[in-house]
T-cell receptor, first 114, second 116 residues
Framework: AQSVTQPDIHITVSEGASLELRCNYS??????LFWYVQSPGQGLQLLLK??????LVQGIKGFEAEFKRSQSSFNLRKPSVHWSDAAEYFC????????????FGKGTKLSVKP | KAGVTQTPRYLIKTRGQQVTLSCSPI?????VSWYQQTPGQGLQFLFE???????NKGNFPGRFSGRQFSNSRSEMNVSTLELGDSALYLC???????????????FGEGSWLTVV
């Protein structure tokens, strides 16, 4: 079955430090890949997406992600975290067509220390 | 342009009742999907509608149903509510091009349902 794994449930980083959130997916084909962020009590905001082409994609708020086919991974990175980045981050995949729905990971909650 | 709009944002229902949630997609978007978010199960796909037809359905009981209108607005209904139906229900919309399936999916802020 298709699945998305975010191995880190909760991560705490200091403000100004770099960040990497991990995401792995299972399936043979290359999916469409997304990272969403959710602040408490809010819906999901799209940070970035990968459909094809350059495997390093840039998103909003200074985030980037790299697709590595050999590792079935799509890790999210940010060079310098701001306190406002504290939120929950979800990796998701879609296989398009008749399977256009998103399959989500369980999420990683990010806390930022001052 | 306006995003995905969901109403109501918050509601409390009693076990056994039914509830209807509404979603207005981004203008021009023809695909609407629904997700349930709970602390235990995370984000789970409920169903997807396109041009008033249910195109895809997740693994939920028949108490969960939905529909889409000709203007792409969508409603979902949950009948005979159970305590476990307490969740954030998220609606999402996407732009559908024929032959292009890598559509970005945009989410609304959700409807918080509490069943007591």
């Amino acid at each position: 079955a298709q699945s998305v794994t975010q191995p880190d449930i909760h991560i705490t980083v200091s403000e100004g430090a770099s960040l990497e959130l991990r995401c792995n997916y299972s399936y043979g084909a290359t999916p469409y890949l997304f990272w969403y962020v959710q602040s408490p009590g809010q819906g999901l905001q799209l940070l970035l997406k990968y459909f094809s082409g350059d495997t390093l994609v840039q998103g909003i708020k200074g985030f980037e992600a790299e697709f590595k086919r050999s590792q079935s991974s799509f890790n999210l990175r940010k060079p310098s975290v701001h306190w406002s980045d504290a939120a929950e981050y979800f990796c998701a995949v879609s296989y398009g067509g008749s399977q256009g729905n998103l399959i989500f990971g369980k999420g990683t909650k990010l806390s930022v220390k001052p | 342009k306006a995003g995905v709009t969901q109403t109501p944002r918050y509601l409390i229902k009693t076990r056994g009742q039914q509830v209807t949630l509404s979603c207005s997609p981004i203008s021009g978007h023809r695909s609407v999907s629904w997700y349930q978010q709970t602390p235990g199960q995370g984000l789970q796909f409920l169903f997807e509608y396109f041009s008033e037809t249910q195109r895809n359905k997740g693994n939920f009981p028949g108490r969960f149903s939905g529909r889409q209108f000709s203007n792409s607005r969508s409603e979902m209904n949950v009948s005979t509510l159970e305590l476990g139906d307490s969740a954030l229900y998220l609606c999402a919309s996407s732009l559908e091009f024929k032959g292009y399936s890598g559509n970005t999916i945009y989410f609304g802020e959700g409807s918080w349902l509490t069943v007591v």
